[in-house]
């Protein structure tokens, strides 16, 4: 009994470091003299019930991995044994909106987990689905001015967020709509960049760049006039980082390393070669730089612009993620980008932005 209390004390201390893989070793060993296999016991309920499950595990290194997928029956799943680890649920049920759980059971037990799936009649394409729930912040210690330097539990709400970030062509749209005196207030601030050259067909797919964080609000305004009933608006910093990394374990979205030399590079980043002028990929043309929830971009192509003070000072407005005129050290999931007032023309070659909606 004694050693086994002593491994359940080395096990939280390894989990307070961020020592996830030495905590997991101490609670198998600890199962281990209990006589017992480790297991997790995994129930689901959906509303409505009858959602088919699939569950794959993650594997995580420097790129995640995710086995072949198992079939797990149908909602409401009672006591499904899985061994301690990363696993990626998904449930599916006609006419709602596919949810992906990125789940870290690490700890044998059980574990009870209850969703409501949202009708997909009315959701648009392009976005997917980040369910409420806890999640852990922080905790990287090489990011830039994270959140939270420490692992922090907050709860955040379910919430919509756009595969992809807004293109030049959708931009141009909304430009085009807009009274003359409004679009020049919110053209991109690029120079030498015209508003044809948002249409071209080698740059519509591209992230618009340049586009302050007033000029993406107004943007949001106008796309909710053409979706009756949804309110789009930017993603707020905790949000964007859940859906970047839904495990602490990683630390970009493609897992927990960067390698200048892999082929194809993880991310649209600026050793790509960039020019005088905004040297950025199509959106989603990079598939290693996705999410486990299947968000891409969130590591290179664009900055992005997101809801949130830095420092509580109102001042100061926050983009995220990597770019193609940036260097790794913003690339992290942690990492954020205060803008102080009057700095946007440093930044605006990067500063893109994606939609959300609750």
């Known amino acids: 009994l004694l050693a086994r209390e002593l491994l359940e004390i080395l096990a939280a201390a390894a989990e307070r470091q961020g020592q996830d893989a030495i905590a997991a070793a101490w609670r198998s060993e600890e199962s281990q003299l209990a006589g017992q296999a480790p297991e997790v016991s995994l129930s689901l309920k959906t509303q409505p019930s009858g959602a088919k499950v699939t569950l794959r595990r993650i594997t995580l290194g420097p790129r995640w991995s995710a086995a072949e997928e198992s079939a797990g029956g149908t909602t409401p799943l009672e006591d499904r044994a899985l061994s301690p680890g990363h696993y990626l649920v998904e449930l599916q049920a006609p006419g709602h909106v596919t949810l992906r759980l990125p789940l870290r059971l690490l700890e044998p037990g059980p ?16 976005f997917v689905y980040v369910p409420p729930g806890p999640f852990l912040v922080g905790g990287d210690p090489e990011a830039v001015r994270p959140l939270a330097q420490r692992r922090q539990e907050f709860w955040v709400g ?13 931009y141009a749209a909304f430009l085009e709509a807009l009274p003359k005196s409004e679009r020049d207030r919110h053209r991109p601030r690029i120079e030498g960049l015209q508003t044809a050259d948002l249409v071209r067909a080698d740059r519509s797919d ?9 000029s993406a609000r107004a943007y949001c305004r106008w ?21 970047a990394r839904p495990f602490p374990e990683l630390v970009f979205p493609w897992g927990t390393s960067f390698d200048f030399t892999a082929a194809p590079p993880a991310a649209w980043l600026h050793q790509l070669g960039p020019g005088p002028k905004p040297s950025t990929a199509p959106c989603g043309s990079h598939p290693l730089d996705r999410s486990l929830y299947g968000v891409f971009d969130l590591g290179g192509n664009a900055s992005e612009w997101v809801e949130g003070e830095f420092g509580g000072d109102r001042r100061f407005h926050v ?15 942690t990492s ?9 023309l440093g930044v605006a070659p990067r500063a893109g932005f994606r939609l959300a909606f609750d």
């Open 111 to 126: 574990r009870a987990l209850e969703f409501e799936l949202p009708s997909a009649q009315e959701v648009p394409p392009g």
């Open 158 to 170: 379910g919430v919509f967020v756009a595969e992809r970030e807004v293109t030049m062509g959708e």
């Open 206 to 214: 591209h992230p618009m760049v340049g586009v302050s964080i007033e």
């Open 223 to 243: 796309r909710s006039q053409s979706d009756p009933g949804i309110s789009y608006r930017l993603p707020t910093d905790l949000e964007w980082e859940k859906a």
């Open 319 to 333: 983009l995220r993620g990597g770019s193609w005129l940036r260097s790794p050290e913003l690339v992290r999931s």
């Open 336 to 344: 954020r980008d205060p803008v102080a007032p009057g700095q946007f």
